[in-house]
């Protein structure tokens, strides 16, 4: 479903160039939960940026479904992650002034659908992370680990080919966490495509591959049994 050849992202020029990816290849099969895990500094969240169309490689290709993402204008690359990615980030990016549920209506009323569905689709998604009774709260109202399930509603409601999780629990207690990850599992086993950064190895153990970064480079890819 997605693969990276050479990839290379650099920042700065000349003497003050900094190479975070360096020469990277990988492929993720359909329906594979995959860990991104590392130090800090490893690169981890500029591959998730590369491979979700969120930012440009300074060299080499990046193609999801057979198509090479960086020949794609960027309004059409644009409208493909609308249509085709989900995203979530560790700091929610809800909207405050919006309710739980126009939240989660916003991305889809964007690519076009009428009012009516949009809302019906969002309240489905609320209601798979358990959330129904909070459908028209702020995000104000919501504790912490209450809106990143919101951000996840919203990120699933039009059911994207690839979900993509930057540190997802990185601002949750434990508690408020574990709903968040219980959220993914279901996720996959219902045989969506999750990518996820995370720095937490707890947490990485609950994917079913784990893609381990440093200095830029892979230093290990292995499959595992999920919560080994």
Request: glycine fraction near 8%; proline fraction near 4%; aromatic fraction near 4%.
């Amino acid at each position: 479903m997605i693969k990276t050849e050479k990839l290379i992202k650099s920042y700065g020029k000349g003497d003050l160039e900094l190479q975070v990816l360096k020469n990277l290849s990988l492929e993720i099969q359909k329906g594979e939960f995959v860990a991104i895990i590392g130090p800090s500094g490893a690169g981890k969240s500029t591959l998730l940026y590369q491979i979700s169309l969120l930012d440009t490689p300074t060299s080499g290709a990046v193609s999801i479904n057979g198509n090479n993402m960086s020949a794609l204008p960027e309004k059409e690359k644009t409208y493909f992650r609308l249509r085709e990615l989900g995203y979530v980030f560790q700091d929610y990016a809800l909207l405050p002034e919006l309710t739980a549920i126009e939240n989660v209506a916003l991305p889809i009323l964007m690519q076009g659908v009428s009012k009516i569905n949009a809302l019906k689709q969002a309240e489905e998604a609320l209601a798979r992370l358990s959330l129904t009774e909070k459908k028209h709260n702020l995000p104000s109202e919501l504790s912490g680990g209450q809106q990143q399930r919101v951000s996840i509603a919203r990120a699933i409601a039009h059911k994207p080919h690839i979900l993509f999780a930057d540190e997802p629990t990185a601002n949750l207690d434990s508690v408020s966490a574990e709903p968040v990850m219980e959220a993914f599992a279901d996720l996959h086993q219902e045989g969506q495509t999750i990518i996820m950064v995370t720095h937490e190895t707890e947490y990485a153990s609950k994917a079913g591959r784990v893609i381990s970064l440093k200095d830029g480079l892979i230093v290990s890819d292995k499959k595992q049994t999920v919560g080994e």
